[in-house]
């Protein structure tokens, strides 16, 4: 399976979605804001298949996030999740570095369906 990392601000948030993550037998690491996930990609060497992040976070933002990490790793594959429909339409012009963006709310169903389509592309 896929070792993934997971970055988002909100602890009920990322604990949720990491279990439900594990379900498919993946490897979760997250991370707290933009900029811990950062130091998680940097530790590791960019050595995750999938990072998922928030786009709406202190400190460093989810897209700027996905810049630096495209940037430095240019093989992984990026998807970030908002429930603000002004983040949604700021991430329209990284299509080619993000595969997809889900609207929150969203269900355990489809960020695993939408995790398993980025995977397989």
Do not use: C, N, W
Request: glycine content about 8%.
């Amino acid at each position: 399976m896929a070792r993934i990392l997971l970055v988002d601000d909100e602890d009920t948030i990322r604990g949720f979605l990491k279990r439900g993550l594990e379900l498919d037998g993946h490897t979760v690491i997250t991370a707290i804001d933009g900029s811990d996930g950062l130091d998680r990609l940097s530790e590791s060497a960019g050595g995750f298949d999938l990072m998922l992040t928030d786009i709406r976070m202190p400190l460093m933002d989810g897209i700027a996030l996905a810049l630096a990490a495209k940037r430095d790793y240019p093989d992984l594959t990026i998807l970030l999740m908002t429930g603000f429909a002004d983040q949604r339409e700021r991430a329209r012009g990284l299509d080619a570095i993000v595969t997809d963006v889900l609207t929150k709310p969203f269900s355990l169903a489809d960020l695993r369906s939408t995790v398993t389509r980025a995977l397989a592309a």
